[in-house]
């Protein structure tokens, strides 16, 4: 029916190439426009004016030699005061672009190892967005964005990768595990120590008591009982605690604990130790 009544209708964000006679004549603009038929008039083809999106797949190899497929895409869109350009100039724009990225990335890659490919992929795709913009721009198509969304290795050596990562996670775990252990052992040494220090206060401070106690009690005894010696004290004490310590033991069914010698005759034996071992640290 337009062409009937020598009109033809351009939709928005688009335009029309008229041509007459097949020779370009001008860029329409969207809305609606007369088309006279009869003289030569007519429309070579549309061109969309909206941002597309064109995602690359290419596969290359890094400087270590492990193989990666990288995924780019790119974002571009035609240039409406370069229609012509856009319409004429490319017959396939898609592959066109797409062999620009393979050019890029496969000049790229090779001079990065994988790790380093990872981490430059803004690089990456800066060098492929500068690439396309100047190449281009000759054809009438603007470069909006180009991104690099991701690099893909080999399936074994993902695998790798990860388990790499998990050994050296596992290391790290055993190093702090041990160093904790580490520190347990240091405080409990040094508590063990410090008990032993208090443990060995309180002994010396019982036995320097009982050293006192006995020098208070045989002074006290030998003023109140004259004749007496200090020997004798001793000796009569020595025996009182033996027959205490000897009660003790036969009071309790399950004791384990015998005297070796038992016999009454060992108490002088065992009075000149004990008498002995006091007398040495009362000295000291």
């Known amino acids: 029916m337009g062409n009937l009544l020598c009109c033809v209708q351009v939709d928005q964000s688009k335009v029309a190439i008229k041509e007459r006679f097949g020779k370009f004549d001008e860029v329409l603009e969207p809305g609606c426009h007369c088309m006279p038929w009869f003289l030569g008039s007519q429309v070579a083809g549309y061109l969309s004016l909206r941002l597309q999106q064109l995602d690359v797949r290419c596969e290359t190899k890094t400087k270590d030699n492990v193989f990666v497929n990288v ?19 490319l017959s396939n724009t898609r592959s066109q672009i797409q062999a620009y990225v393979f050019d ?7 001079k990065l190892n994988l790790d380093d490919a990872f981490e430059q992929k803004n690089d990456i795709a800066k060098a492929v967005e500068d690439e396309l913009e100047k ?3 000759a054809y009438g198509y603007e470069i909006v964005q180009t991104l690099i969304v991701d690099i893909e290795p080999d399936e074994h050596v993902k695998r790798a ?29 040094e508590g ?13 401070r019982q036995r320097q ?23 004798d ?20 069914s399950k004791s384990s604990a015998v005297f070796i010698p038992h016999g009454p005759g060992a108490v002088r034996d065992v009075a000149t130790q004990i008498r002995d071992g006091l007398l040495q ?3 000291a």
């Open 71 to 89: 995924v780019a895409s790119i974002q571009y869109r035609a240039l409406a005061d370069k229609a012509s350009d856009a319409f004429y100039k």
């Open 104 to 110: 890029v990335i496969r000049a790229s890659v090779p």
């Open 135 to 137: 190449a281009m721009s």
């Open 161 to 189: 990768m990860n388990e790499i990562n998990a050994a050296a996670r596992l290391r790290l775990a055993a190093n702090e595990k041990a160093e904790a252990e580490k520190i347990l052992q240091i405080k409990r040494a």
């Open 192 to 204: 063990e120590a410090e008990a032993k220090y208090l443990s060995g206060l309180g002994i010396a």
């Open 209 to 231: 008591a009982i050293v006192d106690g006995l020098r208070d009690s045989v002074l006290g005894f030998s003023v109140n009982v004259p004749g007496t010696t200090a020997k």
């Open 233 to 252: 004290v001793m000796d009569m004490v020595l025996v009182t605690q033996y027959f205490d310590t000897m009660k003790e033991i036969g009071a309790t």
């Open 281 to 283: 640290a009362s000295q």
